[in-house]
């Protein structure tokens, strides 16, 4: 529904922003300045000390000078509650006594007929509940104490009853006065093509209602209570309620837990989100059955920047997975993704949470895998890469699905990741058919620190004897595991000066791969590469790879990136890390600002001037102050990094999220 300027600055002219912003944020005493309509507060899309969220009354504007964060009262609302444009608007028309307006005719029947359907519905779902809870409900009921529903649940939900009979519910609605055409319309009668009467489309079935995002109830699915009923679960048809494709479970229940938390997970079944939600996990949603489209991935992305999706880890399980990759992956957009979390094989949701109980279902929640890393094992563990040709093959599929990637920053990124992954990947197995073929004719590669012929038994790069090697290791590693760091610093990673030949040769090597990015292949890249330089990168990538060998074994290479910085086994939120390196990049330039300085020190021992003791004061003052804020840098980083340790893996990614400043996706 399109809104009138007039009308939208009418709301906005009775409802001051600071007082709407106020409910979220304590103002700073300070900075603001209340009569002049100015106010300043610490930013409530991002962690930070010092105010830099500010309120401007007369512009009806917010505008954090932090994040960038910016917007009116509408904006306000759907950034911080998670509504729609339309919600929002009519949230503060109410909160302002301005009336809506009345939408135009033709979208006036449109909605007046959608009502209808739904009272149907609603009607539908009250005569389920009574047959639920009556004389005919006595199996239903078995079933339900069964699988461990309690009361409470079994009424927010509206458990009910289809009876198994043929027309039970038609004839209690055409009691109601319901025309039977209306009945068929919401989905609840099948009309036979053949001129037979219409009959109930649920019978014996254990019935739960599909609501809208108001609550509404729009559909139903039903679950057979007969031990070999088929099909197992029945959903409503498409009607002008309901549409499967954008539809999910509990959504209106879910939105604003899943918002406030900053984490969403989806299962497949409606009866597993509702024992989800009776275990206390109430950010949770289920897709209906139906594949992953569009709108369910643009919905999802409301409710968090990173849902996790929840599969049975038997072969359907992993088989819908790789499905939704593929719908998932043209429109990733920045800050936005999805992980997977593939559940013990044979088992559902529900049944882990009533073996081990809320604990055990976030520890296999914690332990989701990400977008790419399913895709990754998915290609490789099929890929033969015994000849050039098949390697090719390889790096097309990858590159044909990142080219569906509308975002372009978000492509690049999964671009360059895929180059630093593939290449490690090409050399580890040259290098071991190298071997094999060594082996073959009675060799031995492992005499030796670093084998035969050069080939090392494992991808481990001794650390070179030079001042800052471990600063110098932490940067190029923190490069190839975070590729978008190396993007977002690239000229200045490039102005480095490393104390170790090897750093720099490998620094180098990674800036041209960035810059020539779509220039030149994996396999072109191994052959460039020395094998020093392709075992630093194996060990930067390390067992983030943890790529699949011969027969699905899985294999992980030694990762002195982990031994040298072990929060990233936290998964530490990106902003974090990126702070973190930003640290070792002015750590590293400390030092060469502090060797430069002793430099100049030297040489005006035996010949000192004026413009040359001017010359050292001014290195000396801005050495000082950049040792200040590296010291302070460090503090910081460290009191955070003790938070993410005590706050373990999984609330650290949440803390990420709910630190995140990115804008839904609309």
């Known amino acids: ?53 500010h309120v401007d009354d007369r512009r009806n504007r917010y505008k954090c000078f932090g994040c960038g964060a910016s917007g009116d009262h509408f904006r306000f609302l759907i950034e911080t509650e998670g509504l729609s444009f339309p919600e929002a608007v009519e949230r503060l028309a109410e909160q302002a006594g301005v009336p809506m307006p009345a939408p135009d005719p033709q979208a006036a029947r449109r909605a007046e007929k959608r009502a209808s359907l739904s009272d149907v519905c609603e009607m539908a779902a009250a005569f389920f509940q009574t047959q639920y809870a009556g004389q005919t409900g006595a199996d239903a009921r078995a079933y339900v104490q069964k699988r461990g529903f309690a ?80 099909p197992k679960y029945l959903n ?5 309620l309901f549409h499967k494709g954008t539809m999910l479970f509990n959504a209106h229940r879910a939105r604003e837990p899943a918002f406030k938390a900053q984490r969403a997970v989806v299962v497949e079944g409606y009866l597993d989100a509702i024992a989800l ?11 209906l059955g139906t594949a992953f489209t569009e ?21 359907a399980g992993v088989s819908a997975a790789h499905r939704a990759v593929d719908r998932i992956f043209p429109v990733l957009t920045s800050g936005y993704s999805f992980q997977f979390c593939f559940l013990p094989d044979g088992m559902d949701p529900d049944d882990l949470i009533r073996t ?13 895998r990400a977008l790419f890393d399913v895709l990754w094992e998915r290609e490789i563990s099929v890929a033969r890469l015994d000849t050039p040709e098949r390697k090719a093959a390889l790096e097309k599929r990858f590159d044909d699905l990142i080219e569906t990637i509308r975002d372009l920053r ?32 009675g060799h031995n590669f492992d005499r030796g620190p670093g084998g035969a012929n050069g080939f090392q038994t494992g991808g481990r790069v001794a650390a070179p004897e030079t001042p800052m090697f471990g600063i110098e290791r932490l940067i190029v590693g923190l490069c190839v595991r975070f590729p978008q760091l190396l993007d977002r610093h690239l000229e200045r990673i490039a102005a480095l000066q490393f104390s170790d030949p090897l750093h720099e040769r490998f620094r180098n090597h990674i800036c041209r791969m960035a810059v020539r990015l779509e220039e030149v292949s994996a396999s072109d890249l191994v052959q460039d590469l020395e094998e020093p330089l392709q075992d630093l990168l194996a060990e930067s990538i390390g067992d983030a790879q943890n790529t699949a060998g011969a027969g699905g074994a899985r294999r992980s290479t030694f990762s002195a990136l982990l031994q040298r910085f072990p929060l990233l086994k936290s998964e530490p939120p990106e902003d974090f890390v990126e702070a973190a390196f930003l640290h070792f990049l002015d750590v590293l330039e400390l030092k060469v600002l502090e060797s430069e300085l002793s430099r100049e020190m030297d040489l005006a021992e035996a010949d000192i001037d004026e413009q040359s003791w001017g010359r050292i004061r001014a290195m000396t003052q801005d050495l000082s102050r950049r040792r200040e804020e590296c010291a302070r840098e460090e503090a910081g980083l460290a009191e955070r990094a003790r938070k993410l340790r005590s706050i373990g893996p999984v609330s650290a990614r949440q803390h990420s999220a709910a630190d995140s400043t990115g804008a839904a996706p609309a």
């Open 236 to 240: 409503s048809p498409e009607t002008p």
């Open 295 to 315: 709108e369910q991935i643009l919905r999802l992305w409301k409710f968090a920047p990173e849902p996790v999706i929840c599969f049975d880890g038997d072969a």
């Open 410 to 441: 978000v492509r690049r990124r999964y671009q360059l990741d895929l180059k630093f992954r593939l290449s490690s990947l090409f050399f580890q197995r040259a290098r071991d058919q190298g071997r094999d073929r060594g082996r073959d004719r």
């Open 356 to 368: 081990s109980g809320l604990h055990g279902f976030e520890a296999q929640v914690g332990g989701a």
């Open 151 to 230: 009361p409470g649940i079994v009424r927010e939900f509206r458990f009910g009853l289809a009876p198994d009979g043929r027309d039970g519910l038609k004839r209690h609605l055409a009691g109601k006065g319901v025309p039977e055409a209306m009945m068929v319309e919401a989905g609840l009668l099948i009309q036979p093509e053949d001129g037979r009467p219409s009959y109930d489309r649920f019978r014996g079935r254990l019935m739960i209602p599909i609501q809208d995002d108001r609550g509404r109830v729009v559909a139903f699915g039903g679950r057979t209570l007969l031990p070999d009923g088929q």
């Open 277 to 287: 939600w009776q275990a206390g996990i109430h950010h949770v949603v289920a897709t």
């Open 1 to 53: 529904m399109r809104f009138d300027n007039r009308f939208l600055d009418d709301i906005r002219a009775r409802i001051t922003l600071s007082d709407l912003v106020g409910r979220r944020v304590t103002w700073d005493r300070r900075k603001s300045q209340p009569g002049r309509g100015d106010y300043w507060a610490c930013c409530p899309f991002h962690q930070e000390k010092s105010p830099s969220f």
